[in-house]
């Protein structure tokens, strides 16, 4: 089972990327999946999360109305598309898979069994 993230890079403020999060060696079409970051010094965070069936979507306070996270269960790929982007968002972006369909403890990096190498987001100002 492997979760290969892709997609970041150095970009400058209000500046977009699109990461996306492929998995292989399994279906994951029944899955929470999540975005998850980790800045330099700082814990892991939670960014945003998506059931199987793309309804409901959960984000972190820090990410509602400029971020959005998708998924294409045909092609077992997730996507966060990052619009807007601040100095603050640089970070080391994770995704990740849970094994159920859906929790309460989305938000939570101990409910989540399968996680992705990361990716790095960097905003210059």
């Known amino acids: 089972v492997q979760l290969q993230a892709s997609g970041g890079g150095l970009v400058q403020a209000g500046d977009s990327l699109r990461l996306s999060c492929a998995a292989s060696?399994?279906?994951?079409?029944?899955?929470?999946m999540a975005w998850f970051r980790q800045a330099p010094g700082k814990e892991r965070e939670f960014v945003a999360a998506i059931t199987w069936s793309g309804d409901p979507t959960k984000y972190a306070d820090s990410a509602k109305g400029r971020f959005t996270i998708s998924r294409d269960n045909a092609k077992n790929t997730v996507y966060l598309q990052m619009n807007n982007l601040k100095p603050e968002d640089t970070a080391v972006y994770y995704c990740?898979?849970?094994?159920?369909?859906?929790?309460?403890?989305?938000?939570?990096?101990?409910?989540?069994?399968?996680w992705g190498q990361g990716t790095q987001v960097t905003v210059s100002s």
């Open positions: 990740a898979a849970d094994a159920s369909w859906y929790s309460s403890s989305y938000y939570r990096v101990p409910e989540y069994d399968y």
């Open positions: 060696g399994r279906a994951f079409s029944r899955n929470l």
